[in-house]
């Protein structure tokens, strides 16, 4: 099994940053990919950012491109999402997944560990 654990989410104003952090533990030489997700009230949980193993190869949903950034530390298997210029449309719950796959993917289904979720609120 793989734990993985959100931190860094908060109340900001509209145009401020937050850092995510995703500390994985237990079976993590099994993962490779790792993303975030976020889900708003009401809303379909949405695909944000992604990352393979090395961090050679990225993505972003369209929403959040230009602004927010994924990184990962495999020393110390923590994954990042540094989120800038944040917008009230940002306000949901994020999510940290893990895969065992080392290919890079965008819907839920594909991933097989979740977090528990971290809030982020932006004021307008």
């Known amino acids: 099994q793989v734990q993985l654990v959100e931190s860094g989410g908060g109340l900001v104003a509209a145009g401020g940053s937050l850092r995510l952090s995703c500390a994985a533990s237990?079976?993590?030489?099994?993962?490779?990919?790792m993303g975030w997700f976020r889900q708003a009230p009401g809303k379909e949980r949405e695909f944000v950012a992604v990352?393979?193993?090395?961090?050679?190869?990225?993505s972003y949903g369209d929403s959040v491109k230009g602004r927010f950034s994924i990184s990962r530390v495999n020393t110390n298997y923590t994954l990042y999402l540094q989120m800038n210029s944040l917008k009230p449309e940002d306000t949901a719950i994020y999510y940290c997944?893990?895969?065992?796959?080392?290919?890079?993917?965008?819907?839920?289904?594909?991933?097989?560990?979740w977090g528990q979720g971290t809030q982020v609120t932006v004021s307008s």
């Open positions: 237990g079976r993590i030489f099994s993962i490779y990919t």
């Open positions: 997944a893990a895969r065992h796959s080392n290919l890079v993917a965008t819907t839920p289904d594909e991933y097989d560990y």
């Open positions: 990352c393979n193993w090395s961090g050679s190869v990225t």
